[in-house]
């Protein structure tokens, strides 16, 4: 990227300037009046006298705002979901600053024929340090999973695979209500499959996170946050649905809050059948002549999956609260898969569907079933301090999963498409248990009117074990394949902690943070009795810079280190397989990566919505990627090596529109740079593409009541070491119908309408080239019936009660 580029991107990033006169700056703390909790992301309106909006924003997680607007005398409105309309006047001050204090807002109590609607919660929410996402809107995923309505959010992607990227690279971070969960499971796309899409209440998308988070994670973090309500007395929702191909959910989210005490519970219950299908093409080169293998696979999956959250918050005192949580998930799949092989050998070129032709062939019959039950404790205590803003909270937690696997593979042998043979017979164990225990600790220390201290520190231990054991039947007798058969112990501690010191001056805020974490890691194989320790420390500094132009016009320049350590599997030297020709491995000398991030943010926010543009850049030392040979027997092998560098640039635009009351649209587009370089005594592996993704949600309402989505992805073509991955498009559609007010909805979607949703990829070097397809599951539609009582439609809010409180403060408050 030449300088004019440079220059003609940060002249479209700052395209405003700053006024002359000095700002006044707001601060306070939003509570709920009832509970004295904090009322994280309540919009903060400032207007002037004439109703002119003059500045704004929301506040923090602990409830707390600092916003500036033009010194003009005017009035300050507070709201959120639920809770009535607060506003307070103000005059400005000779101090510039307009201290509200700790502002409470009275939960809505509004019954059922009531209720107007008269305002809508904004779908996206762009912050500087990270993007908010209300996915309680999204029509086209209700009656889906987690991984549904990631693939649905802006900067992030879930191949068929289910892992998850974020603008373009892997590694990503997933927390549960803000800290690492077993909710994910060991295998993290099995684990989103496993929590409905009806118990998340938003998703945060982090892409430069500060030295306050476990430096794990090099793209960034992806926060995904269950439903909590927050309104007294008791209220709940309840969710069917079903579909196809043959599915049916159901969900209840309950609340009661009274006096000193909050319970709540979330359930999930969702069973699912989804039809698969694949191929491989992979041809051999040697001597002038090729070999050729076409595997084409049809796969059945169905899946049964239970989830709930509980817990339970005790006020303590008027500073002090204690949680308590539960988290309970219990996963069965019965999947079947049945795999044709073709073998070909010729001179020249053959395509598949010259294989197709032939009649001769190997069919494998492969019956799996899988279970994995998961559960986290976890207690969370808070204390307030009388100065305010000063903050102590601590947390324990202790997870445990665990992870089954019981396959039977039948193998026959057909001439003319008839069976002449029954080849193998094998069948294997693989069994995964792990044990988390974690603690945390973090205060906040306010300096003067704007600042702060704040020192924090986390230790999290980790138990794997994995015990596999493959079969074979020989005659009457099953005999154990010692090359593939193995036990596997790993054991990782992650001691760190860290400090981060912030402030601001007049237009300039500011943040830098240093964490440092060590690491001790001891893997073990227990057939052998071979042992691998791996200790090592690092430090890890994150900085931030802002500007606010005007109310509603800031950019903000980032800085952060972050690590990916190798995990169980990637150490793992025993082999395993997927079929009778791909076999894996891990590689006990990986060594971690490490990832240097940079990002140039701009937002700009008006009444009809808001504008995020950032430029970013990654570059990551010791990358690890599967490298994939072919071996003598024509059978390939994969394992992950650190490949050399590589560099992630690119410019992401993120818009919300929503100035027309019967039309709401959001739109993503990423342009990326990826280049793989420096690999060592591989120059072959060197690759580098520039690809493109794009998405355009938009939200109709027509008639009363009615509401329709229409949501279009693209990921672009990209170049990968070993080959590229094709680009892929899907359309998803959504529609809802409101009853009985809004207590009732009916929602009907299609996901994936025209089936394009799959993933294409090319490998190749000097001595073979693959071609091949998979998809995970087919398009699928639903229908979802959803009712509530006394509780919040997830996209409305309720009108404003007329007692709503209008407060005057005079302005002698400094």
């Not at 990551?620 to 994969?638: C, E, H, P, S, Y």
């Not at 993503?668 to 949600?697: H, M, Q």
Request: proline share 3%; net charge negative.
């Amino acid at each position: 990227m030449n300088k004019a580029s440079i220059t003609l991107l940060l002249m479209m990033i700052c395209f405003s300037v700053a006024n002359g006169q000095k700002d006044l700056l707001f601060k306070g703390v939003v509570k709920d009046s009832e509970t004295g909790m904090p009322v994280e992301y309540a919009t903060i309106s400032i207007y002037s006298n004439d109703s002119t909006l003059i500045g704004g924003g929301v506040s923090e997680l602990d409830g707390i705002f600092s916003i500036t607007s033009k010194p003009v005398p005017g009035y300050v409105e507070i709201e959120f979901l639920s809770y009535q309309l607060r506003s307070i006047k103000y005059t400005p001050n000779d101090a510039g600053l307009i201290e509200l204090g700790e502002i409470l807002l009275n939960p809505s109590s509004i019954s059922i024929d009531e209720v107007t609607i008269t305002a809508e919660k904004s779908t996206s929410q762009f912050l500087l340090d990270r993007k908010v996402f209300n996915v309680g809107q999204d029509l086209a995923s209700r009656g889906g999973t987690a991984e549904d309505l990631l693939n649905n959010v802006p900067s992030i992607a879930v191949d068929i695979e289910g892992n998850v990227t974020m603008r373009g690279g892997s590694n990503v971070r997933i927390f549960i209500n803000g800290r690492p969960s077993n909710l994910v499971g060991l295998n993290g796309s099995n684990g989103l499959r496993s929590i409905q899409a009806n118990m998340i209440e938003r998703v945060e998308v982090i892409t430069n996170p500060s030295a306050r988070y476990e430096a794990e994670g090099m793209t960034g973090i992806i926060n995904i946050i269950l439903k909590k309500e927050s309104k007294g007395g008791f209220n709940s929702s309840f969710e069917i649905n079903g579909g196809l191909p043959v599915q049916y959910g159901a969900g209840a989210n309950l609340n009661y809050r009274k006096g000193l005490t909050n319970f709540f519970v979330n359930y999930g219950l969702r069973s699912q059948k989804r039809p698969g299908s694949g191929y491989s093409f992979l041809e051999r080169y040697e001597d002038g002549v090729t070999n050729a293998i076409l595997s084409r696979t049809n796969r059945d999956r169905n899946r049964l999956s239970n989830s709930i959250s509980s817990g339970i918050d005790f006020l303590l005192t008027d500073q002090q609260t204690l949680t308590g949580s539960l988290t309970y998930s219990y996963n069965k799949g019965d999947n079947n898969s049945l795999v044709r092989y073709t073998y070909d050998t010729y001179s020249g070129s053959r395509s598949l569907k010259d294989l197709d032709l032939i009649n001769d062939y190997i069919l494998r019959d492969n019956d799996e079933i899988e279970l994995s039950p998961r559960m986290q404790y976890a207690i969370d205590y808070r204390k307030e301090f009388d100065q305010k803003d000063k903050l102590l909270t601590a947390n324990l937690s202790y997870q445990q999963s665990d992870e089954s696997e019981e396959n039977t593979y039948l193998e026959s042998e057909f001439e003319n498409n008839v069976q002449i043979a029954n080849g193998l017979n094998q069948r294997s164990s693989n069994l995964e248990g792990e044990k988390n225990f974690s603690g945390q600790i973090d205060f906040v220390q306010p300096i003067n009117e704007v600042g702060r201290f704040e020192l924090g520190a986390r230790s999290t231990y980790r138990i794997i074990d994995n015990d596999f054991l493959v079969e074979e039947l020989v005659g009457e007798v099953w005999e154990t394949l010692d090359n593939i058969s193995n036990m596997f112990n790993y054991n990782e501690g992650v001691y760190g902690a860290y400090a981060i010191y912030g402030n601001k001056i007049e237009k300039f805020s500011y943040q830098f943070g240093l964490r440092y974490e060590y690491t001790q890691v001891r893997t073990e194989l227990v057939t052998t009795k071979e042992i691998n320790d791996r200790n090592y420390g690092g430090l890890f500094p994150s900085g931030f810079l802002n500007y606010e132009f005007t109310p509603g016009n800031q950019i903000q320049l980032s800085y952060s280190k972050r690590i990916r350590r190798p995990g169980f599997r990637d150490l793992n030297p025993f082999f395993g397989f997927t079929d009778r020709i791909n076999f894996f491995s891990g590689n006990p000398n990986l060594n971690p990566e490490y990832t240097n991030s940079f990002e140039v943010s701009h937002l700009r926010f008006w009444d009809w919505g808001n504008i995020g543009t950032s430029l970013y850049f990654r570059r990551t030392n010791d990358v690890t990627t599967q490298i994939k040979t072919l071996r003598d027997d024509g059978t390939t092998f994969a394992r992950p090596e650190n490949l050399g560098k590589e560099d992630n640039s690119g410019i992401e635009f993120l818009t919300s529109f929503s100035g027309l009351k019967w039309l709401k649209f959001d739109t993503e587009f990423n342009v990326f740079y990826s280049r793989y370089f420096d690999a060592p005594n591989r120059p072959e592996l060197n690759a580098s593409s520039v690809a493109t993704r794009a998405r355009i949600s938009t939200r109709f309402t027509f008639l009363k009541g009615t509401e329709a989505q229409l949501r279009w992805n693209y990921s672009g073509p990209q170049q990968r070491p070993q080959g590229k991955q094709r680009a892929f498009r899907s359309l998803d559609l959504g529609i809802s119908k409101d009853f009985l007010g809004d207590a009732m909805t009916l929602t009907f979607n299609v996901n994936d309408v025209f089936n394009q949703r799959k993933w294409r990829y090319e490998r190749f070097d000097d001595t073979f080239y693959e071609l091949g397809e998979n998809q995970w599951g087919r398009n699928s539609a639903t229908l979802t019936l959803s009712y509530r009582i006394n509780a919040k439609k997830e996209n409305r809010s309720q009108k404003r009660n007329n007692g709503e409180s209008n407060e005057e403060n005079g302005g002698g408050m400094f």
